[in-house]
Nanobody, 117 residues
Framework: QVQLVESGGGLVQPGGSLRLSCTASGIIFSLYTMGWYRQAPGKPRELVAD???????NYKDSLKGRFTISRDNAKNTVYLQMTTLKPEDTAVYYC???????????WGQGTQVTVSS
């Protein structure tokens, strides 16, 4: 079955950095657009960034320059490098895999990121 397993979340001070990883199994990873979403308490889930199978990236406007998405097809893994973290970045971060808009995406279980002093 398909599994997306996120890791790398945790508690970090404002201004710090974290790198999230999501390793996929059960899919042909190289065919999928991979994305990171986040959901803060009381707010809807939102797109953070995604990267197509061709390597094209897309970011939430307000996160450009601080967050970087990348992928390693040999490792079936997508990364999210987060820098200069702010308290408002606190959320559960979810990995997403979608091969086509006509098909339902797969989701990971989420990893908590807390930015606090």
């Amino acid at each position: 079955q398909v599994q997306l397993v996120e890791s790398g979340g945790g508690l970090v001070q404002p201004g710090g950095s974290l790198r999230l990883s999501c390793t996929a199994s059960g899919i042909i990873f190289s065919l999928y657009t991979m994305g990171w979403y986040r959901q803060a308490p009381g707010k809807p889930r939102e797109l953070v960034a995604d990267i197509t199978n061709g390597g094209n990236t897309n970011y939430k406007d307000s996160l450009k320059g601080r967050f970087t998405i990348s992928r390693d097809n040999a490792k079936n893994t997508v990364y999210l490098q987060m820098t200069t973290l702010k308290p408002e970045d606190t959320a559960v971060y979810y990995c997403n895999a979608q091969v086509s808009s006509r098909w339902a995406p797969y989701w990971g279980q989420g990893t908590q990121v807390t930015v606090s002093s």
